[in-house]
């Protein structure tokens, strides 16, 4: 289950991406791919939860590991606020080993032998990385995961709707409500209206807030 080709490319933050001619879409904002996971996954996401919750140790869901980016920069939370994080992360079509040597992120993020260590490692094992960072990789499709209820954060990354609706809609969104902790939080890109209702159904209670480079808003849901 791997991505057919992708291509590697530059952001106009000057941190890569990666573009999947089997889903016909880039992997991160060509605004800004390092600028959009800070802002999304670790401002609106794991440094609210430290300052507003105060948790010493998080649990994270990841619908798509990808590049490996989020996981990268939630290793590099963890080592500078000396939080515990165990991150579980879903993904179907891993990136090929060739197309990950030209990702730059470590120049700005740090942590090579780190990042090295967070693709090497087995899939569907968890692992240690550091002493505040476990990973747990799944290789799987979001369909095929069942959920459990105990996750602080979810880091909603799947490709867009426009690229694939399915994953938006209930039945995976569902999954991240009962895979949550009561005052749990979902984060993700997307502010789409349709995405949204979907979520309010569902019971969260959603947060609009200031998107990244290029985008206006991005969402935040918290399980009530």
């Known amino acids: 289950m791997k991505i057919s080709s992708v291509k590697h490319c530059l952001t106009e933050d000057g941190s890569s991406t990666l573009y999947s001619d089997q889903f016909g879409a880039h992997y991160h904002s060509t ?9 999304v996954f670790i401002e609106h996401g794991l440094e609210y939860l ?17 590049t490996g980016l989020n996981a990268l920069l939630a ?28 990702l730059n992120y470590t120049t700005s993020v ?6 090295d260590l967070l693709h ?3 899939w569907n094992t ?21 959920e459990q209820d105990n996750y602080e954060i979810i880091f909603f990354d799947a490709f867009a709707p426009t690229t694939q609706s399915h994953l938006w809609e209930v039945p995976i ?35 609009r807030l200031p998107g990244p480079p290029g985008k206006r808003e991005m969402t935040r849901a918290l399980k009530i």
């Open 75 to 102: 290793l590099r939370f963890a080592s500078e606020h000396a939080i515990g994080i165990d991150y579980h992360t879903l993904e179907a079509y891993p990136v090929k080993a060739t197309q990950l040597q030209k």
């Open 110 to 115: 740090g942590y090579s032998n780190e990042f």
């Open 120 to 122: 090497e490692c087995n």
């Open 31 to 39: 605004h800004g791919a390092l600028n959009e996971s800070m802002h």
């Open 173 to 207: 969104l569902k999954k991240c409500y009962n895979s949550l902790s009561k005052g749990g939080i979902l984060v993700t890109f997307c502010a789409k209206g349709s995405f949204k209702r979907n979520l309010k159904s569902l019971g969260f209670s959603v947060e």
């Open 50 to 66: 430290r300052i507003n919750k105060n948790v010493k140790r998080i649990k994270i869901l990841e619908f798509g590991f990808g």
């Open 126 to 146: 968890k692992i240690e990385v550091t002493d505040q960072f476990k990973i747990h990789k799944s290789h799987i499709k979001f369909e095929d995961y069942e």
